[in-house]
């Protein structure tokens, strides 16, 4: 039975890997599909990792994906931090607001996007209602830039932020805040010196569960962001299926995974200590 999981996943993730690592070494050539393998006669092709490193147009793209993941990241854990403490000292609402988090997960990923779209856009509710208020004559520009961008990312991953924060402040024990409270402390002194630091572990966690797949994200910067929005999910995509360079896509994906690898690991080593 020990061998189960293992074949599982060297069939799922292990092949897959160590076949996107073999087309980041191989040639671009005609054909289905469109490369040529090293064993094809011509031998292994470092310049697809090279170009990665001399192209600004990759190094940018691979950098912009770190920066507007880390602004992701660290935005759900500004909300995340108060939601889960809040609901984990709801009460008997505890079910209710949990289940308010999990609600997005019951729809369509892209029903949610267009929803943003509908609000963001020039005719949409947003500007509808600015108008109608008199606080704007034009309809301002929201949709299709860095803030909204940022805002349908916020609102896909926020509950995977928020769960960890929740599960950790549910083992909090309140009687600790009190008794500092107790002794002179202000809830904010209580806050920081007693709760925060037992949490620290679940919110770096947090943040890196956020973090890891915002980097690689392809549909939000597509259907909200700015057409110069250059990320790694756009550059993979034109690679891939416009210009069929796979080769370089693959080599894209194995950079990324690169960048990857050690938040992967710390978050692990995050979750077994939490």
């Known amino acids: 039975m020990r061998l189960i999981p293992g074949f599982w996943l060297a069939l799922l993730v292990a092949a897959p890997l160590a076949l996107v690592g073999l087309m980041a070494l191989s040639w671009q050539a005609e054909g289905v599909p ?10 292994i092709n470092p310049d697809n990792l090279r170009l990665l490193a001399e192209d600004p147009y990759y190094r940018d793209a691979l950098l912009q994906s770190l920066a507007v993941a880390g602004a992701t990241a660290a935005l759900c854990l500004l909300l995340a931090v108060p939601m889960g403490i809040a609901i984990a000292r709801a009460g008997r609402w505890r079910e209710v607001l949990l289940a308010t988090v999990l609600l997005p997960f019951w ?16 005719e949409g509710w947003i500007n509808s209602l600015l108008r109608a208020l008199g606080w704007t004559d034009q309809p301002l520009p929201l949709l299709y830039t860095d803030g909204a961008m940022l805002l349908g990312m916020v609102h896909a991953y926020l509950p995977f932020a928020v769960l960890p924060v929740f599960a950790a402040a549910t083992r909090l024990d309140p009687l600790l805040e009190q008794a500092a409270e107790d002794l002179g402390a202000t809830p904010r002194r209580a806050f920081l010196s007693i709760t925060l630091p037992q949490l620290l572990p679940s919110l770096a966690a947090a943040f890196l569960l956020v973090f890891i797949p915002a980097a690689g994200e392809y549909v939000i910067p597509e259907l909200l962001g700015p057409p110069d929005a250059t990320l790694v999910g756009r550059v993979l995509f034109q690679e891939f299926f416009q210009s069929r360079d796979w080769p370089v896509a693959s080599a894209l994906a194995v950079a990324l995974l690169a960048l990857l690898i050690g938040p992967i690991i710390l978050f692990q080593r995050l979750g077994r200590a939490a």
């Not at 729809?107 to 020039?122: E, K, N, Q, S, V």
Request: proline share 12%.
């Open 34 to 43: 469109p490369y040529a393998p090293p064993w094809a006669g011509a031998g």
């Open 107 to 122: 729809t369509g990923f892209l029903i949610r996007i267009g929803a943003w779209i509908g609000l963001l856009r020039d």
